[in-house]
């Protein structure tokens, strides 16, 4: 069965699981690549998210996977120096989610004879982190991915590569950076670089291939590629864009794809993603990439709608590289404080749609369905306004006016 990655010892003191609260785990793997016993296995939940889960037999109690795991131990630092900019070459810009920032970063590692770990869509639409040595193969880890992607298979290579001291770019999620030292057991090699982002929190896996699935059954071909980031209209309007085998494609916005808009609303994030303490001084890696939203007003003379990303440099070693990169335009950005409003996952953790558990319900039940999410995320109706009003009245006051409470 599995059970999460709530705590638990057999009588034996033989372990189950990792971690007592599965809300505390990032599914980031680091336990996996860990073990000596190779006991550990991620296994997807009821709601698509992968967790560990401990193999009982072949666990023999030493509790490294606890000790190790990154979870919570975050460690606050100086306050990040920021630059804005983006990689002059047009072309990578426009393919690139905001600046093209990571494809500078990239480029410059590879052409040390570096390998460059970045998420990747399978064949099968699967988001992974993987390892590349050449250039050509940058297409496939540039852009957003915005689907929880899987790393415990990439933390323990870059991790085995960094220890023979082969120079190593290691990008993703902050919590999977965290996984990457919790692996290295807290060590910052040299020859290590690390690049994560500001992040909003990752969808589940599982509902992105429900979505997926729904897609196909709808053009009856099989899906071949899904962007989530296509800057045909822009920018700051971006849209997602799949193609499908026989051809044909399906376009959506932020307001008209079904997953996208699930996902912009909270409403299938991770578990931990809704307590994630990995923000502005705390973010584990050397150099933080995000979209430096509200350029229209922080840098207008430099925003043509065609992408910009914001930088924080958190380490010596992140800002030599940035330094290092020549194909990169950037300029100092003074104040953090107009992303507390244009930028929030900055600063603190995305919040629960209140809808979350009824989404799960129907899930469960059939699978990512473009009625439900019409339905969860309509604006709330007159008799569902009047329901919430209910709730945050006190139970005198309903009594006194003859109402129920929904
Ligand atoms: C789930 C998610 C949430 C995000 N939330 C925010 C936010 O709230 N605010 C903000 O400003 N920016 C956010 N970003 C970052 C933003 O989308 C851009 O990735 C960033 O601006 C860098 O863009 P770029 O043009 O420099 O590089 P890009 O070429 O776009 O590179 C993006 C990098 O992210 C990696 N990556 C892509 N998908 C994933 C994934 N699922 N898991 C791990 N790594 C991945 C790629 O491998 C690549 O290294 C988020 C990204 C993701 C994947
Ligand atoms: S190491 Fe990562 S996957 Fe393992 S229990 Fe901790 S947070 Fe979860
Ligand atoms: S919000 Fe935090 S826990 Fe969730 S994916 Fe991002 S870094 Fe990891």
């Not at 033989?14 to 550990?40: K, W």
Request: hydrophobic content about 35%; aromatic content about 8%; proline content about 6%.
């Amino acid at each position: 069965m599995l059970t999460g990655c709530s705590a638990s010892l057999t009588g034996d003191s033989m372990r189950e699981t990792v971690l007592s609260d599965p809300a505390r785990c990032t599914g980031c793997g680091a336990c996996q690549s860990v073990c000596p016993r190779q006991a550990i296995s991620m296994k997807s939940d009821e709601e698509g998210f992968l967790y560990p889960q401990v193999n009982g037999e072949l666990c023999v109690g030493c509790d490294l996977c606890e000790k190790r795991c990154p979870s919570g131990k975050m460690e606050r630092r100086e306050v990040p120096q920021m630059r804005g900019g983006c990689i002059k070459d047009t072309e990578i810009r426009l393919k690139s989610s905001s600046g093209g920032i990571f494809t500078a970063l990239a480029v410059h590692m590879l052409r040390q004879g570096g390998v460059v770990f970045g998420t990747v869509m399978s064949e099968s639409l699967t988001a992974e982190i993987v390892g590349i040595f050449s250039e050509e193969a940058l297409s496939g880890i540039r852009g957003s991915k915005y689907v929880q992607s899987q790393s415990a298979d990439a933390i323990r290579n870059a991790a085995d590569l960094v220890k023979r001291g082969i120079p190593v770019l290691f990008s993703g999620t902050p919590c999977q950076v965290a996984g990457l030292y919790a692996a290295l057991n807290g060590n910052v090699p040299g020859n290590l670089l690390t690049v994560d982002f500001v992040c909003h929190g990752t969808p589940s896996p599982g509902v992105f291939e429900s979505y997926i699935r729904e897609l196909e059954r709808r053009h009856s071909s099989r899906a071949v590629s899904f962007a989530f980031r296509d800057k045909h209209l822009g920018w700051k309007n971006f849209s997602t864009m799949a193609v499908f085998e026989d051809g044909s494609t399906e376009t959506g916005t932020q307001t008209t794809d079904p997953f996208l808009r699930g996902f912009l609303q909270n409403l299938y994030l991770r578990p931990s993603c809704y307590e994630c303490n990995l923000r502005y001084d705390t973010l584990p890696a050397d150099l933080t990439i995000a979209d430096l939203w509200g350029a229209e007003q922080i840098c207008p003379e430099r925003d043509d709608d065609s992408g910009l990303s914001l930088m924080l440099i958190h380490t010596p070693a992140g800002r030599a590289w940035l330094e290092a990169c020549t194909d990169l335009d950037t300029f100092p950005i003074e104040s953090a404080e107009p992303f507390k409003r244009v930028n929030p996952s900055l600063f603190g953790p995305s919040t629960p749609h209140k809808k979350r558990a009824k989404f799960f319900k129907l899930y469960r039940k059939h699978g990512f369905s473009f009625d439900d999410i019409d339905h969860l995320l309509a604006p709330p109706g007159r008799l569902e306004r009047t329901g919430e009003w209910i709730v945050h009245v006190p139970s005198a006051v309903v009594r006194r006016l003859g109402l129920k409470r929904a």
